[in-house]
């Protein structure tokens, strides 16, 4: 059951504050960990990550890596038995804008995408009263 907004308020507020503070610290570490571009890992760590993928049709992660969206991104210019490109589609595709580098979700073909982020967001929260359950 929901917390009794009047009887918890300092509570409630303290709870908000440690869920923002926890959210801002998983971002930080997150990034802290990350290489700064894709360039910056070797193709043989690339090609490693496609030959253990390789003989999955569909990816699900409950984690939106850069390392697997960038390994699953990356054209490798050899004849490897991996997947180059759009064999392991999110989904998402460019703009088609000159210039614009928005990229969104194709609705109209939405049976190529085979890798999926099943993750929450870290920013979006929910709060039921009793009223509301």
Not at 45 to 51: C, E
Not at 60 to 88: C, F, K, N
Not at 102 to 118: I, K, M, S
Request: proline letters at 5%; a negative charge.
């Amino acid at each position: 059951t929901a917390l009794d907004e009047k009887t918890y308020e300092a509570t409630i507020v303290h709870l908000r504050e440690a869920v923002d503070e926890l959210r801002e610290a998983l971002a930080h570490s997150i990034a802290d960990l990350h290489p700064d571009h894709p360039n910056t890992i070797a193709v043989d760590r690339y090609r490693s990550v496609r030959r253990f993928l390789e003989p999955f049709e569909r990816i699900y992660t409950v984690s939106y890596d850069l390392l697997l969206y960038w390994a699953l991104m990356q054209e490798i210019p050899d004849g490897a038995r991996v997947h180059v490109g759009r064999s392991h589609d999110d989904g998402f595709r460019d703009s088609g804008v000159d210039g614009d580098t928005t990229v969104l979700w194709d609705l109209y073909d939405p049976f190529a995408q085979c890798v999926y982020y099943l993750q929450e967001p870290c920013t979006s929260t929910s709060a039921t009263t009793d009223s509301e359950s």
